[in-house]
């Protein structure tokens, strides 16, 4: 399986504080997408790193992404109740069905 | 939802049964995609849809089949269904190059 793995499987802080969750995969890849998802609702997607760049960043989030490792992070800062979901890393790889592979996802919970 | 829709957004069938679950964009756009969630393994892919009448397996294909004879349209069909098909079902669509997704809501599916 292509799938990749994220870590932790769950995580609880308490509002305010910053939220690291991390994605390792096991193919080549194109681009790294961070995805999230709320309870009973489909994926939307947050941000996205090309496999040649190290660190994006986008309003609260910051993504950084080490292709020597196959690893990548997703931070939020100063987190709020409203950032309670699921967080789901994807990657594209570089064969030809130019398909997405998704982690098995971060539970955030923020407490208030 | 990204001018997704998936129907049912609920259902309970029997074993052996066929079960087919709509996907509709008014996006044209020229890719589609179904996926399944389960616990413990993120999405998976199932089929995709790269045009009208265009489809592909993905990951966890067998004892599915899909169709698309309109852009805006995209059917997954359960032959016989199983208990090991109850999921929730996710469509998407996306673009090229970069393969950023937009989901549905999701329908849940349950075989008993």
């Known amino acids: 399986s292509q799938q990749g793995e994220e870590d932790p499987q769950a995580l609880s802080i308490q509002e305010g504080e910053n939220a690291t969750m991390n994605c390792s995969y096991k193919?080549?890849?194109?681009?790294l997408q961070w995805y999230r998802q709320n309870s009973g609702r489909g994926l939307v997607h947050l941000i996205l790193i090309r496999s040649n760049e190290r660190e994006k960043h986008s309003g609260r989030l910051r993504v950084t992404l080490d292709t020597s490792k196959k690893s990548s992070s997703l931070l939020i800062t100063a987190s709020r109740a409203a950032d309670t979901a699921s967080y789901f890393c994807?990657?594209?790889?570089?064969?030809?069905?130019?398909?997405?592979?998704f982690g098995t996802g971060t539970r955030l919970t923020v407490i208030p | 939802d990204a001018g997704i829709t998936q129907s049912p957004r609920h259902k309970v069938t029997e074993t052996g049964t066929p079960v087919t679950l709509r996907c509709h964009q008014t996006?044209?756009?020229?890719?589609m995609y179904w996926y399944r969630q389960d616990p413990g393994h993120g999405l998976r892919l199932i089929h995709y849809s790269y045009g009208v009448k265009d489809t592909d397996k993905g990951e966890v294909s067998d004892g599915y089949s899909v169709s698309r004879s309109k852009t805006e349209d995209f059917l997954l069909t359960l032959e016989s269904a199983t208990s090991s098909q109850t999921s929730v079902y996710f469509c998407a669509i996306g673009g090229q190059p970069k393969n950023i997704q937009y989901f549905g809501a999701g329908t849940r599916l349950s075989v008993l």
């Open positions: 193919t080549s890849i194109n681009n």
């Open positions: 996006e044209n756009h020229r890719y």
């Open positions: 994807a990657t594209l790889d570089q064969t030809g069905a130019n398909n997405l592979f």
